[in-house]
């Protein structure tokens, strides 16, 4: 049959403690390796602790640290050997009791030994329910739910706190004349609250036993768990809860669940209403079963999802392949011929005009790969006097033309040609790599030359 586990936190109203018992307190460096952050202890020899439950088995759960004592277990009329919580290390989450048990109603007792100091984490019991073939349905009901009915309704209102709350709803009281019915199908429940302090619930199953609790507590936690019972049997069920008289205080309901299976009757999303409701229809949050079509159309659908995926990603690498291809094959630059610059004057005359770049007429082999050939034999080099016609000298030709008709190269790509000043003979030498048949050597040292004046 299906079997489920039930946590009961050491905060929960279901935990009966005796004697001088405290919340654990956040100045404990510790705090935080206990589950939620919260434990009970007591340093007091013969405090009890006690719970009634039905099912098949039980734990408790809590710490071993180096000022903790003995402790002894019963179940029904069971006494089980002392135990010790010494530890010379600090060991958290650890069991300090568990049993197998006959499935039914049990009652755990623990007390605490000597007078130091013994601390609960939370208490775990096992139960079951239905046939060993049957699934376990679980339904979830809100504070809001048409099953749920508060009286007087005007002495039911949301409280402040629903953000923390599961579905974000919740009732909330302080009238010890109020109360809440919640009418619902199946073997057994759990009723869930935000757990403020001093608060007490009289909780009562049909027209069962009433079971008082206590969850006057320190801290305030969500989804604690109220009450419970097992072994409800087939049927309709009404649970009543609502504050004791002469107590100070506030209930707050969350949601309630309840444990069913389809022999009893139960299914997913289908509670039991009543008539007289006086709650607004809020629709519930229910667990519902996924058809069988649907998952496999989901599954259809997750798998073309993966495949369009993959097939815009191997279009995408086929597009930047390609392009990558087209790149290589036009990644070449022609790169023009860089010619050099070079200026000539003739030794021991007077400088004249700043020399002029002149191309290099001569054979050559271009970036894209053809021949150039000169046009004409180079002219030899003559000595240029400031009297005489100013010939233009470079290392593969030049020209001789008079200062009236000289076109420079520079006046050949837009710069206006204008008459030169006369330069006094003491002006700077520029040389190249060239001889002067008729006259003197040009040196082979480079220094700059003065710039050209224009008027």
């Not at 969350?254 to 509670?271: I, K, L, Q």
């Amino acid at each position: 049959m299906p079997s489920y586990t039930v946590v009961v936190k050491d905060t929960s109203p279901i935990l009966s403690y005796r004697g001088t018992w405290l919340a654990g307190s956040s100045r404990d460096g510790l705090a935080d390796q206990y589950l939620q952050s919260t434990f009970t202890l007591t340093e007091t020899s013969g405090d009890t602790m006690s719970m009634q439950f039905f099912g098949s088995a039980v734990t408790i759960i809590g710490a071993k640290r180096g000022n903790h004592g003995n402790y002894q277990v019963q179940v029904d009329t069971a006494i089980y050997p002392p135990a010790t919580g010494a530890s010379n290390q600090e060991l958290f989450n650890q069991t300090l009791f568990s049993a197998s048990l006959a499935t039914g109603l049990h009652n755990l007792t623990l007390t605490n030994s000597e007078s130091k100091f013994f601390d609960v984490d939370y208490v775990s019991f096992d139960t079951s329910i239905g046939t060993p073939s049957e699934e376990l349905i679980v339904n979830t009901f809100h504070a809001t739910h048409p099953s749920f009915v508060y009286s007087p309704s005007s002495a039911w209102a949301e409280p402040g706190v629903v953000g923390a709350f599961t579905g974000s709803s919740g009732r909330a009281t302080a009238d010890p004349s109020a109360s809440a019915a919640f009418t619902f199908q199946g073997k057994g429940h759990s009723a869930l609250n935000w757990n403020p302090p001093l608060i007490l619930q009289l909780p009562q199953v049909d027209q069962g036993p009433v079971f008082p609790l206590s969850a006057q507590k320190t801290f305030r936690k969500p989804r604690e768990l109220l009450f419970y019972t097992g072994n409800l049997g087939r049927g309709t069920h009404t649970l009543r809860i609502g504050l004791q008289s002469g107590i100070s205080g506030a209930l707050v309901i969350e949601s309630a669940d309840v444990y069913t299976t389809p022999s009893f009757g139960g299914s997913f999303g289908t509670p039991v209403l009543s008539s007289n409701s006086s709650v607004g229809g809020t629709s519930s949050t229910l667990p519902q079963k996924i058809p069988t079509s649907a998952i496999a159309g989901l599954v259809v659908l997750g798998v073309v999802a993966v495949v369009a995926i993959l097939g815009c990603l191997y279009l995408v690498w086929r597009l930047r392949r390609a392009l990558k291809e087209v790149s290589k094959a036009t990644s070449y630059t022609v790169q023009p011929n860089t010619l050099p610059s070079q200026s000539f004057v003739v030794d021991g005359g007077v400088n004249p005009q700043r020399g002029y770049s002149n191309p290099q007429i001569g054979p050559s082999t271009s970036q894209i790969g053809y021949s150039v050939t000169q046009l004409h034999p180079p002219i030899q080099p003559a000595i240029i006097s400031q009297a005489q016609p100013f010939t233009y000298v470079s290392s593969s030709t030049a020209t001789t033309s008079s200062a009236s008709n000289y076109s420079s190269p520079a006046s050949r790509v837009g710069y206006n040609d204008r008459k030169r000043r006369p330069q006094p003979s003491s002006s700077h030498n520029l040389t190249a790599s060239t001889e002067v048949r008729s006259g003197s050597r040009v040196s082979q040292s480079l220094s700059e030359a003065a710039p050209p004046e224009y008027s």
